[in-house]
């Protein structure tokens, strides 16, 4: 008995998808022109107003399948909530501190322990600094397909407080 192939049905899906892409219609009715109102008559009920989710409150999902690849996963996200205090470009040949850090995550991305397995111990407000962001930066990605994990991963620190993480890393002069 033969089966029908993929390349019978073509005409079929192609007409189904642009049905189902002319339903979902623009709306060529140009908006009205908003009208001139007094601050005090555009009040809206708090229950209606909808906070937009901020990258702190919204939890991804890593599908890393070891702590070696979860490590990019993390160091994206500490990267994302960090921004403004990520070096750019290659690090200066001296830094101020070096420090590896363990990190262990639960399986719904929360820090459950952290253990230095090399502390900058010249620089203690290094030390607390980087403890201080990785807990903030909780949750982090969820580590679906191992349940939790336990990531090392070594933040190159300068002595302004921007860092990079050897993950990402743009390299030292």
Known sequence: MKYPTLRSFTPAL???TALLASCSGVNSVPPEAPHAVAPAQVAIAPSVQH???TPATMIKTS????????RVDAAQHIYALNANR???????????????????VD?????????WMRAPHQAPEVIAEIERTVRAAAPFPVPARMGHVTYTDTWLWHKSGRFQLDTLTEGQD
């Open 14 to 16: 192609l007409g189904a």
């Open 107 to 115: 399986g719904r991305g929360n820090v459950h322990n952290m253990h």
């Open 63 to 70: 599908m890393a399948t070891s702590p070696r690849a979860y």
């Open 51 to 53: 906070a937009q989710p």
């Open 86 to 104: 990520i070096w750019k470009g290659r690090m200066p040949p001296l830094l101020y501190a070096i420090g590896v850090l363990q990190v262990e």
